[in-house]
């Protein structure tokens, strides 16, 4: 059984930074696509940022280009996300995916993203 545990969240202030993790039991990620998302209250789950098998390819929305990065660790089955500069807008849940399969530029539906984990809140306050 595939599993995606976040963690990291928070309340932070704008201005913060903020760094989630993600660990993922139950297959190797090592060939797998990696991502993010998130979900704010009353907004359709959106893409956040994804990133390769190796690590050389990410994509992020324009909505965070600029100030996230994204990176994994294969030999831990870990991927991560620091945003930086955060802002109210920011505040969502936000959720690790992943799918079994190499990442394509073109994977920012949460369609392209088989497995999910729950989620971690995060809040930023004004």
């Known amino acids: 059984q595939v599993q995606l545990t976040e963690s990291g969240g928070g309340l932070v202030q704008a201005g913060d930074s903020l760094s989630l993790a993600c660990i993922v039991s139950g297959r190797s990620i090592a060939r797998d696509a990696m991502g993010w998302f998130r979900q704010a209250p009353g907004k359709e789950r959106e893409f956040v940022a994804a990133?390769?098998?190796?690590?050389?390819?990410?994509y992020f929305a324009d909505s965070v280009k600029g100030r996230s990065t994204i990176s994994r660790d294969n030999d831990k089955n870990m991927v991560f996300l620091r945003i930086d500069d955060l802002k109210p807008e920011d505040t969502a849940v936000y959720y690790c995916?992943?799918?079994?399969?190499?990442?394509?530029?073109?994977?920012?539906?949460?369609?392209?993203?088989?497995?999910w984990g729950r989620g971690t809140q995060v809040t930023v306050s004004s």
């Open positions: 995916v992943n799918d079994p399969q190499a990442l394509r530029p073109e994977m920012r539906s949460s369609r392209d993203f088989e497995f």
């Open positions: 990133i390769s098998l190796s690590g050389t390819g990410t």
